[in-house]
Nanobody, 128 residues
Framework: QVQLVESGGGSVQAGGSLRLSCVAS????????MAWFRQAPGEDREGVAF????????YYADSVKGRFTISRDNAKNTLYLEMNSLKPEDTAMYYC?????????????????????WGQGTQVTVSR
């Protein structure tokens, strides 16, 4: 079992920055693939960013490339999402997710069904 707890959300103006954190407990965090998803009201859950177990591979949704950075600190059991140049369309609930294994992750990381464990989410609101 893996427990995930997100923090760092809030309300910012367009162009601002936020840093989300996700602390994992209950297992060997370093062996899990990790990702950030987001979901706006009335929309499907969207994969935002992915990072492999050792951090050597990262992938991003086209909508956030160049603005968001995913990272992990395995010594602290913590996943991060640095978000810069925020836009109103980034407004959503942000979730971290963990998976012990994802086949062909370069092509499948965006699929929510690949992840067995989810946090409760942290709200990000970006105003104009």
């Amino acid at each position: 079992q893996v427990q995930l707890v997100e923090s760092g959300g809030g309300s910012v103006q367009a162009g601002g920055s936020l840093r989300l954190s996700c602390v994992a407990s209950g297992t060997d965090y370093s062996s899990y693939y990790m990702a950030w998803f987001r979901q706006a009201p009335g929309e499907d859950r969207e994969g935002v960013a992915f990072i492999s177990t050792g951090g050597g591979a990262t992938y991003y949704a086209d909508s956030v490339k160049g603005r968001f950075t995913i990272s992990r600190d395995n010594a602290k059991n913590t996943l991060y999402l640095e978000m810069n140049s925020l836009k109103p369309e980034d407004t959503a609930m942000y979730y971290c997710a963990a998976a012990p294994y994802i086949p062909s992750f370069d092509r499948t990381w965006r699929r929510p069904e690949m992840y067995a464990y989810w946090g409760q989410g942290t709200q990000v609101t970006v105003s104009r």
